[in-house]
């Protein structure tokens, strides 16, 4: 049996849609959709292109991001690449499966779902996000398993 686990959300890149603080319950039991706010688990041991992304900002070989997630498209040498994103600043951040150890949906974190809660500058960068958004279909979780270590329910 899979269980929800939770964390609290620390930063501003995801605007009042998930206010720095908020308390997250994340279910890796729960299919991905685009425009769904997920939780990253990044593999600090990956190599390539995203290899120092991860490695500047992992601390104690934890590397965790709250994103919206846009869909998938895979690269020229067949790899699926995760399209996720954040709303402060409006980024957009390509991540080769290879650089993944979880992808979870956080539960009642989805973006279509807060969409009263935009700000002004909230919509401005969904406006710049939506045409990125590359699929309707729903993903399975990515390592649905894991699970913090130590988290009590």
């Not at 908020?22 to 041991?45: G, K, M, N, Q």
């Not at 869909?71 to 996720?84: A, D, K, P």
């Not at 954040?86 to 279509?112: E, M, T, W, Y």
């Amino acid at each position: 049996m899979l269980h929800a686990y939770g964390f609290q959300f620390c930063g501003n890149c995801l605007g009042d849609v998930v206010p720095n603080g908020s308390e997250v319950l994340v279910d890796p039991a729960l299919e991905i959709r685009p425009l769904d706010v997920v939780a990253v688990l990044l593999d600090p041991e990956a190599g390539g292109a995203f290899a120092g992304f991860i490695n500047g900002i992992s601390a104690g070989g934890f590397m965790g991001v709250c994103k919206i997630y846009l869909g998938s498209h895979q690269s020229r040498q067949g790899e699926t690449i995760h399209l996720v994103a954040q709303l402060n600043p409006p980024v957009i951040s390509p991540i080769p499966a290879s650089a993944i150890k979880a992808l979870h949906r956080c539960a009642d974190a989805g973006v279509l779902a807060n969409a009263a809660e935009f700000t002004h500058e909230d919509l401005a960068a969904m406006d710049l996000l939506l045409p990125f958004v590359t699929t309707a279909n729903a993903l399975s979780p990515i390592n649905p398993t894991w699970q913090p270590k130590g988290y009590q329910q």
